[in-house]
């Protein structure tokens, strides 16, 4: 089978041929229906990030059964589901509450997932450690779904946590309409009534962000003006949440300056910025917080929001044989919401 292969950091992703994986006992053999590509995949082939190659990329994974091991009940052939991507040990009490994001084991691991250490579903077939690990698709279809189990996951464990403040008066920043971003501010227009203001430095993923209804778009790209633009629009009280898709020295400066008292900084992106504190920056009450992926059950609950219709992936699918030039087409901010790879 055809597979798309980390090899070793500063070094690009390789297409392969592979032998077909097959079950063992405990596993569960998945035929991939679309395999999402997360820029977390530019910061392992660019970074050092503790990941040694060689492994499959592709850590946002859903297709169909098409295969058990031995003492695998409940699951048959066909079946669709999503992969979900952080594998924690599944037995200490954070796992068996179903945050295996926040395995307490998971230094000794040695893979942080299907994709991140272990190999994932950028090929026709994926293995699967365990079945706790699947969750049924019902009717979504994978290659629209597969961004749900990390693009959609992740803003929406971050949303979840901060939705006490996300009160109908209030404003939202959201920075960096990309995969994460443009299922965010979906996600937040399902969960509550705050008013979402959307940030980014290219123009495009402005007009996506009002395509998804946002009604106020900010250039980022001067962070005095965005300051001055957000400002405006939230008046003295700031925004309650600003949500940092990015992570980069400009982003989070921007996030400590739009937010007011008692409010949220959440950083997701990886981009290596460092948030300052001085006295009153961020201001006085505001807590910061760097939440990792989500639990089993949270992606449970975002099928459930996609099946109902509330939030919707923008996917652009490719064959997985064009993974090199999609990753640099990421790189250079030319995918509209996800790209999908499609064995
Ligand atoms: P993406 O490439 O699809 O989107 C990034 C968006 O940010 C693009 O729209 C781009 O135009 C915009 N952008 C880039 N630089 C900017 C800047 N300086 N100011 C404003 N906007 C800017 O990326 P993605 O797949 O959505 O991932 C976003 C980040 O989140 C990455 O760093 C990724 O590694 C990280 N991530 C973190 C977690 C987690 O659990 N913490 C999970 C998944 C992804
Ligand atoms: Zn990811
Ligand atoms: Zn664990």
């Not at 679309?34 to 050092?48: F, N, P, R, T």
């Not at 990030?49 to 695998?72: C, D, M, S, Y």
């Not at 997701?268 to 460092?274: A, D, E, P, Q, R």
């Not at 089993?296 to 993974?323: C, D, Y």
Request: aromatic residues 4%.
């Amino acid at each position: 089978m055809k597979a798309v292969r980390f090899i070793a950091v500063g070094q690009p992703a390789e297409v392969v041929d592979l032998p077909q994986p097959k079950p063992g006992p405990g596993q569960i053999l998945v035929k991939i229906g679309g395999a999402g590509v997360c820029h977390s995949d530019l910061h392992v082939m660019d970074e050092e990030l503790g990941l040694k190659g060689p492994f499959t990329l592709g850590h946002e994974n859903a297709g169909w059964i098409a295969g058990v091991g031995q003492g695998v009940d409940g699951w048959k052939e066909g079946d669709p589901v999503a992969v979900y991507g952080p594998w924690g040990c599944g037995h200490c009490h954070t796992c068996q509450t179903s945050a295996e994001n926040y395995c307490e084991n998971h230094a000794s691991l040695g893979t942080m997932g299907g994709g991140l250490g272990s190999d994932g579903g950028m090929a026709e077939y994926m293995l699967v450690p365990s079945p706790r690990l699947l969750v049924p698709l019902g009717t979504l279809d994978p290659a629209i779904a597969a961004p749900l189990s990390d693009a959609a996951l992740t803003p929406y464990h971050a949303i979840k946590a901060a939705l006490p403040l996300l009160t109908p008066d209030t404003h939202v920043v959201v920075i960096g309409i990309g995969g994460l971003g443009h299922m965010a501010v979906q996600i937040l227009h399902a969960l509550c009534a705050a008013t979402v203001i959307a940030g980014d430095i290219d123009e495009s993923k402005l007009a996506h962000a009002r395509e998804l209804g946002v009604k106020h778009t900010v250039n980022t790209r001067d962070g005095d003006a965005a300051a001055a633009a957000i400002g405006k629009i939230t008046g003295a009280r700031g925004a309650v949440l600003a949500l940092d898709f990015v992570g980069a020295q400009p982003t989070v400066d921007l996030c400590a300056r739009v937010v007011g008292r008692n409010s949220r900084i959440t950083v997701v992106g990886l981009g290596g910025g460092t948030l300052h504190y001085s006295a009153n920056n961020p201001p006085y009450g505001c807590a910061v917080t760097v939440p990792y992926w989500g639990s089993r059950t949270e992606l449970m609950e975002v099928i459930a929001l996609a099946t109902a219709g509330h939030i919707h992936p923008q996917v652009e699918k490719f064959p997985l044989e064009q993974a090199v030039a999609v990753y640099q087409r990421l790189r250079e901010g030319k995918i509209k919401g996800r790209a999908v790879l499609v064995p």
